[in-house]
């Protein structure tokens, strides 16, 4: 079970616009992003995902459920193909270009 809270920021508008970077990802839109970090702590990850915002990265937060728990999924951009988000996943600063995975947003 895969369910997925989007990281509201104030002036962004919902669209199926792909990319790396600009507002909050609409994750009901689907498509593939790039996860950079999994955590336990759903205050530390909603940080990253601001910082990250703050950054100009295209957002999400991933909830999935565990045998160990709750990870939130600290994700950035939406693309419609894998291909695509793993080309922009080299465009990233270090040490995510090195320390990501791509999934399917749902």
Same mark, same amino acid.
């Given at each position: 079970?895969?369910?997925?809270?989007?990281?509201?920021?104030?002036? +962004?508008? @919902?669209?199926? =616009?792909?990319?790396?970077? !600009?507002?909050?990802?609409? #994750?009901?839109? $689907?498509?593939?992003?790039? *996860?950079?970090?999994?955590?336990?702590?759903?205050?530390?990850?909603?940080?990253?995902?601001?910082?990250?915002?703050?950054?100009?990265?295209? +957002?999400? @937060?991933?909830? =999935?459920?565990?045998?160990? !728990?709750?990870?939130?999924? #600290?994700?950035? $951009?939406?693309?419609?193909? *894998?291909?695509?988000?793993?080309?922009?996943?080299?465009?990233?600063?270090?040490?995510?270009?090195?320390?990501?995975?791509?999934?399917?947003?749902?």
């Amino acid at each position: 079970d895969m369910s997925v809270e989007i990281n509201e920021a104030k002036g +962004t508008t @919902k669209g199926t =616009r792909a990319g790396l970077m !600009g507002g909050v990802a609409d #994750v009901e839109a $689907g498509g593939y992003c790039i *996860v950079l970090l999994s955590l336990t702590n759903e205050a530390q990850a909603d940080r990253m995902i601001a910082e990250l915002g703050e950054q100009g990265f295209r +957002t999400a @937060k991933l909830i =999935r459920s565990t045998e160990d !728990g709750t990870l939130y999924r #600290v994700a950035v $951009g939406q693309f419609l193909t *894998v291909e695509e988000a793993q080309e922009a996943a080299g465009l990233l600063p270090e040490p995510y270009r090195s320390n990501h995975f791509v999934t399917r947003m749902e």
